[in-house]
């Protein structure tokens, strides 16, 4: 006769084998292809050192002319542009200039990383609606899944640092924009497309001169929401390694420093309003 009582430690010792043999596994992968895949990835490090050393090498007076002037070429928002004058002069005062300029970069990257990924996905997406059918369900796990869960493949693989944070903040931001690219291109009238093929259009024509333009609201509210979604793996980040106001804040709730973790989650929150309101009200 079984004994019940037995089948709890059969399933503890079926589980240490699978975990056993998983992580077995996932070592020979990593010791086998470890040097391929960081070959890869290092022109996505070329990249985020270009972009870190141009913001935090700076002299600071350039850098806030340089950032304020781009925000008000992209918006053409006085008020903004001066808001954003004051923001970078409070994280001055405070002496968080630094990883704000860190904190930028890895926000900057990953979210260009999402667009130039999400976007052709979106596109395929809006073409076929098998490739949406097999895709959609991979989003929704994607969105679903605690964003810790990111770090662990990512860690594994290439060790602590920038470029796995950059690499988990983009797979943790990339599904707003594939959904809104493909949301925003469907809701363009067939009947222009129609009239495009009648005169002759190519599909691709069709596709920059009318398609984009027109699901452009939809795609900068993808990108809106992207970019949010990177700025909300901040902390998350600095648990890896990664530089910026992640750091300060997570010491701070570490060691229960009230003044400092209110000042570096200020500092975040100003950056995520003026990234939200840059392309909310980029002309």
């Keep these: 006769m079984i004994d019940l009582f037995e089948f709890p430690e059969l399933s503890r010792s079926v589980i240490r084998t699978i975990k056993k043999s998983i992580d077995n596994s996932f070592r020979e992968f990593s010791r086998s292809y470890g040097d391929s895949i960081e070959v890869f990835f290092y022109p996505l490090k070329v990249l985020m050192n270009w972009v870190e050393f141009a913001l935090v090498s700076a002299p600071w007076p350039l850098a806030m002319f340089i950032l304020a002037g781009a925000v008000f070429y992209l918006t053409r928002n006085k008020k903004l542009c001066a808001w954003t004058v004051v923001y970078m002069i409070f994280i001055g005062a405070f002496g968080l200039w630094e990883d704000t300029m860190y904190t930028l970069s890895l926000v900057l990257v990953s979210a260009l990383l999402s667009v130039v990924i999400g976007i052709p996905i979106g596109i395929w997406m809006s073409r076929k609606d098998r490739v949406q059918n097999f895709i959609n369900p991979i989003l929704d796990v994607m969105q679903t899944i605690p964003i810790f869960v990111y770090l662990i493949p990512v860690v ?23 959904r809104l690219t493909n949301l925003g291109l469907r809701q363009v009238g067939i009947g222009m497309i129609e009239a495009a093929l009648s005169m002759g259009m190519k599909k691709w024509q069709i596709l920059w001169t009318i398609e984009l333009p027109l699901s452009m609201k939809s795609i900068l509210t993808g990108t809106n929401q992207t970019i949010m979604m990177a700025i909300s793996m901040v902390v998350i980040a600095s ?42 009200n980029a002309k």
């Design 156 to 178: 594994m693989l290439l060790g602590l640092g920038k470029i796995p944070g950059v690499i988990a903040m983009t797979i943790y931001a990339v599904p707003p924009i594939i």
């Design 239 to 280: 648990m890896i390694g990664v530089q910026g106001l992640g750091v300060s804040v997570l010491q701070a709730v570490q060691n229960q420093y009230i003044g400092s973790g209110i000042i570096s989650g200020t500092a975040i929150v100003g950056l995520a309003i003026i990234l939200d309101r840059v392309v909310q």
